[in-house]
């Protein structure tokens, strides 16, 4: 199961206030934060799984937001963040990024039929986001949890 949708924004107060405006969506407020030579800005839902993402950052960025508004990734839990990224690559899902070189244990794999990225999360880090996001959220399984199955 997936944990969270991402969009990408130009003006993240303006997504959350329309979001919440719109469908009554809770947020946990921005975060600044900075990932290699990038200074971006985030924000979660509260709620419970799924969750929604908005990231706000900078040209060049993996999230550029001058781009405009899109939808950007699938986030998923895993226990092993290199070999869920050997899996997806070796079923034809290019790795688009990883910030594993830059100190935080996550890729982006491109599904291009959908133009967006499934994201695999290292599963040490989910106490520390329901503890910053949604304390007491329920359990969320992790992507390598149980194989995918064949289409027949």
């Known amino acids: 199961m997936f944990y969270h949708v991402c969009f990408v924004v130009p003006?993240?107060?303006r997504s959350m206030d329309d979001l919440t405006r719109s469908v009554g969506a809770e947020w946990s407020g921005i975060l600044e934060d900075s990932?290699?030579?990038w200074d971006y800005r985030l924000a979660f839902t509260r709620g419970g799984p799924p969750y929604i993402e908005l990231v706000q950052g900078p040209e060049g960025s993996p999230w550029d937001s001058s781009l405009g508004a899109r939808c950007h990734h699938l986030g998923y839990w895993t226990?092993?963040?290199t070999a869920?990224?050997?899996r997806l690559s070796e079923a034809g899902f290019a790795q688009e990024f990883s910030a594993?070189?830059?100190?935080?244990?996550?890729?982006?794999?491109?599904v291009e039929s959908l133009g967006i990225d499934l994201e695999m999360m290292d599963a040490?880090?989910?106490?520390r986001f329901v503890a910053s996001w949604d304390p007491g959220a329920p359990h969320m399984p992790a992507f390598d949890a149980a194989p995918p199955?064949?289409?027949t």
Do not use: F, M
């Open 11 to 13: 003006d993240i107060q």
């Open 35 to 37: 990932l290699g030579e």
């Open 79 to 81: 226990e092993d963040v």
């Open 84 to 86: 869920s990224s050997a």
């Open 100 to 110: 594993c070189p830059l100190g935080r244990p996550y890729t982006y794999h491109k």
């Open 124 to 127: 040490s880090r989910r106490p």
């Open 149 to 151: 199955t064949e289409l």
